[in-house]
DNA sequence: ATATATTACTATGTATGCAAAATAGCACAA
DNA sequence: TTGTGCTATTTTGCATACATAGTAATATAT
């Protein structure tokens, strides 16, 4: 069980995603904060700031600190266009190799992510979700897709930072549940299985330029 | 024209996919080794080899130096499975803004991409194939599934070492070719479209197959 | 001659220091 | 009050120096 060597980036990782605005001015995000507050040197903060910035999540201006990226309705369709189809890939590949293990195993994640949110639990609905998407990936069989993918939905976390987290919560229900995912791979049809994590997914996003269109008004003017 | 800046960072990816390899024992290339090559501090080498290691190009072993992966079949099939998906998402979109003008542009890199090989300039129809692919890319108005394509196409330009780069001159030509790509795009159907690209894709996969199969016999036992 | 312990070396990981760029604050003049 | 130029400050970019881990080679004992 290794754990404690590569948890840290993912802690500075996460912090950053937490603490950072897209606002202008100075940032208090800097490499010297985030150093600080993890008690290491500036260098590895360094390096896990060049991976996300590369990643689109954050921009570094010179002597003003680390921004969030602004992104624009259209960024956020892009990204999950192309979520969407890898989504889908990883579920047709993923009824090939089912079993009623797996199956039940999903059938959990999507028990504790539904009770959760009910009790307004974020963290742990978020968590239960992210292990149900995981669960699947990991069935496809594809290690690189099962990155590839964990990479965009680090994008797609940082959509809705903390601050901003609620939309979940005042909406109706996915009509297109994890439970009805579920049903569609235990039929071991790819093209069902597919449709459903699609449709699954575009709500996701619907619900996300939704939000961001609530919020985010004041951002419109700043270049 | 902003090109200095950037052309370092990816001159040190093209120095490295080209010198690398996986044996074992020491590398000779280190991050010494190319910081003096191109006479700057391992600082900046340091953050592009971070970048490599994590798209999984490379990976450094401490105090032994810097090593390709060494890529297995199935990881061949899964990243060509990821982005063979993507493509054809990129064609599909593109069919909806395709122009004369651009299928006249598409023709030109066909063309010029069949001359080179046939002059076997390998440089020459290496970028004339990229500068095809691109414009699909760019036709497709995504600047996410962009990003990530080159990202892919990084990886497995990285399959084929320079050291191993006969494998397109000694086939027959790609049945499923730029040319006929134009055709399906011309048609402006998504589905035609998407279907010859996958073909193109998908022939190219099994070349790189082969190749790796015929080359990399000896790595077989290695750890 | 072979196996083992010790030592020197090599290359990465991390910290620190210095240079450059861009901002913000302040003084001063109109 | 408002605009302009100078200075100090902030923060990143790059370079260097030190710490650590893992390897290879040598020496020693059996």
Redesign the interface.
């Known amino acids: 069980m290794r754990t404690k060597t590569k948890k840290l980036s993912e802690k500075i990782i996460t912090f950053i995603i937490e603490n950072i605005s897209g606002d202008d001015g100075r940032s208090d995000v800097t490499e010297e904060s985030i150093a600080a507050h993890f008690r290491v040197s500036r260098t590895p903060v360094?390096?896990v700031l060049?991976?996300l910035e590369?990643n689109?999540i954050i921009q570094t201006r010179r002597s003003k600190g680390i921004f969030s990226k602004n992104f624009t309705r259209e960024?956020v369709e892009?990204?999950y266009?192309?979520r969407t189809?890898?989504e889908?890939?990883a579920a047709k590949?993923a009824v090939k190799s089912i079993t009623p293990q797996v199956l039940k195993e999903l059938r959990t994640y999507a028990r504790i992510t539904k009770e959760a949110r009910k009790k307004r639990d974020r963290r742990k609905s978020n968590e239960a979700d992210r292990l149900f998407h995981e669960t699947i990936m990991e069935l496809s069989g594809?290690?690189?897709?099962k990155?590839?993918v964990k990479e965009i939905r680090m994008v797609t976390t940082s959509f809705i930072p903390a601050s901003k987290l609620f939309y979940l919560n005042n909406k109706d229900r996915n009509p297109y549940s994890h439970d009805k995912i579920v049903k569609a791979l235990a039929t071991r049809n790819p093209e069902a299985a597919a449709w459903v994590i699609k449709n699954h997914i575009c709500w996701i996003k619907n619900n996300i330029l939704e939000s961001l269109e609530k919020n985010g008004k004041r951002d419109q003017g700043k270049k």
Chains 1, 2 share one sequence.
């Open positions: 360094r390096e060049k991976h590369h689109g960024d892009n990204i266009e192309v189809v890898l889908e890939l590949d594809n290690g690189y897709l990155r590839i």
